[in-house]
T-cell receptor
Framework: GQQLNQSPQSMFIQEGEDVSMNCTSS?????WLWYKQDPGEGPVLLIA?????ELTSNGRLTAQFGITRKDSFLNISASIPSDVGIYFC??????????????FGQGTELSVKP | DGGITQSPKYLFRKEGQNVTLSCEQN?????MYWYRQDPGQGLRLIYY???????QKGDIAEGYSVSREKKESFPLTVTSAQKNPTAFYLC????????????FGSGTRLTVV
């Protein structure tokens, strides 16, 4: 089946540093989404991207939908301790041909040292 | 406020027993999903349903069963046939097209002893 390659798998950074993570796939997606999962909780949607080339910001977060529609990245600027968690990318398949299912990356576990 | 509720948050069961995890949503979403998450692992799809009284197997359906008798509810039963049931289980829902992504519940941690 379709797979997303998310990297890095984990990151250990100092508070105040910037963070960058990305997802790539051999499949084309109509939508890219980025989720954050706090420890022991369900993932929460951070950013949704709907158009190839789209660059969207949400506070300190910036995400881009790759031009080829096969990749996306997420940047977090000036990290703070509450950024700790697991970040998942997800690509959405075409609804009419493939049911609109989300395919998730393996996650990037972020640790922030105060 | 609309949302998706999973219960209980923590569940302990003896090996060989079936156990049912609850998932209820009041978002008027047509589609619902069950995922399993193991430590250091991503999300693996167990079952999903796009309409009442219909559901499909995901990637790891063996040892699990579901029902979708009501739009709001999508309970997951972990049967004794599931060899490694201890995990974190996440329920999610979406519109039929999934256009705004999935909304997740807060999860149920199942421990089988």
């Amino acid at each position: 089946g379709q797979q997303l390659n998310q990297s890095p798998q984990s990151m250990f950074i100092q508070e105040g540093e910037d963070v960058s993570m990305n997802c790539t796939s051999s499949s084309i997606f109509n939508t890219w989404l980025w989720y954050k999962q706090d420890p022991g909780e369900g993932p929460v949607l951070l950013i949704a991207l709907y158009k190839a080339g789209e660059l969207t910001s949400n506070g300190r977060l910036t995400a881009q939908f790759g031009i080829t529609r096969k990749d996306s990245f997420l940047n977090i600027s000036a990290s703070i301790p509450s950024d700790v968690g697991i970040y998942f990318c997800a690509g959405q398949l075409d609804f009419y041909n493939q049911g609109g299912k989300l395919i998730f990356g393996q996650g990037t576990e972020l640790s922030v040292k105060p | 406020d609309g949302g998706i509720t999973q219960s209980p948050k923590y569940l302990f069961r003896k090996e060989g027993q079936n156990v049912t995890l609850s998932c209820e949503q009041n978002l008027n979403h047509d589609a619902m999903y069950w995922y399993r998450q193991d430590p250091g692992q991503g999300l693996r799809l167990i079952y999903y349903s796009q309409i009442v009284n219909d559901f499909q197997k995901g990637d790891i359906a063996e040892g699990y069963s579901v029902s979708r008798e009501k739009k709001e509810s999508f309970p997951l039963t972990v049967t004794s046939a599931q060899k490694n049931p201890t995990a974190f289980y996440l329920c999610a829902s979406s519109t039929i097209t999934g256009g705004d992504g999935y909304t997740f519940g807060s999860g149920t941690r199942l421990t089988v002893v």
